[in-house]
């Protein structure tokens, strides 16, 4: 059984076919990448496996659960997550607060059950903060919980970016270029925390453009141009591919 499944995937807007036919298998427990060049329709793709847009065509499967016309909500609550190209931190609120907000929103926390149960309720947030202190921890970031988000660096922001996917306790993380802007040093932190958390059981999908990084993190690759997969295999394969090569440099998107 695969952790994702997505076969077909088509999708325009206004006319413009950015998907085309797009698949990928996604096995449970590994570390999978897609590349591609610049526009090649990756982060669409990544938009559409995970509910944050329709697929015009095809469908998706998270392990043996037909998730096509699902939420995102309901993809998350089924163990799949996916963060941004560029992260969505909630710039005002606190570290610690962006953490809680991400548990939070999956729960589905509503006023009348804050009313209704109010001793579950607080329960709850001290299981929830537990957790979130623990990943500050994992990640690195303790020092600066009580910093507003927006005052992170850029690596900082992406290590909160994983840390607020990983609140939500998925089996499988969509990364969307998780490298850019993380400065050289952070690199090396970031690939050791993704392999420690897959030693854990848990599986990844990174879209990106640094090839080090994905030498270093991925078994296989699938390679998307124009909207299609051109080709799989092992990051060395792939990229001695001639017509890998040539998407590249001849700038095709
Ligand atoms: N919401 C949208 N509306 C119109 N065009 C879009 C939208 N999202 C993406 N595109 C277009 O789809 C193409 C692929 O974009 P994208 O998925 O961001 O590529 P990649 O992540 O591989 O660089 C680009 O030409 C982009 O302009
Ligand atoms: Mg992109």
């Not at 591609?36 to 095809?58: Q, R």
């Not at 040093?185 to 090839?211: P, S």
Request: charged share 20%.
């Amino acid at each position: 059984m695969s952790a994702l499944t997505a076969t077909g995937i088509s999708k325009s807007f206004e006319g413009l076919k950015v998907l085309d036919g797009a698949w990928i298998d996604v096995p449970e427990k590994q570390i999978i990448g897609l590349i591609g060049p610049n526009g090649a329709g990756k982060s669409t793709f990544l938009t559409v496996v995970s509910k944050f847009a329709e697929p015009d065509t095809g469908s998706i499967y998270c392990r043996d659960l037909d998730v096509t016309r699902r939420s995102p909500e309901a993809l998350a609550q089924a163990g799949i997550v996916r963060t941004f190209q560029i992260p969505r931190e909630f710039g005002e609120l606190s570290v610690l607060d962006n953490m809680m907000i991400a548990a939070k929103n999956q729960i589905g926390e509503s006023s009348w059950r804050v009313l209704v149960f109010p001793t579950r309720i607080a329960q709850q947030d001290r299981v929830i903060a537990a957790r979130a202190h623990e990943l500050l921890d994992f990640l690195g970031l303790s020092a600066v919980k009580g910093n507003a988000a927006k005052n992170l660096s850029g690596g900082q922001k992406k290590l909160l970016e994983l840390g607020r996917a990983l609140m939500t306790d998925p089996f499988l993380l969509l990364l969307d270029e998780p490298f850019a802007g993380v400065a050289p040093g952070l690199v090396d932190v970031l690939i050791e925390k993704i392999h420690d958390l897959n030693r854990r059981g848990i599986g990844f999908l990174i879209v990106e453009h640094n090839m080090e990084a994905v030498n270093a993190l991925c078994g296989s690759v699938y390679v998307m141009v124009r909207g299609s997969i051109l080709t799989d295999g092992t990051p060395q394969k792939v990229s001695n591919d001639p017509r890998v090569l040539e998407a590249y440099l001849g700038g095709a998107a």
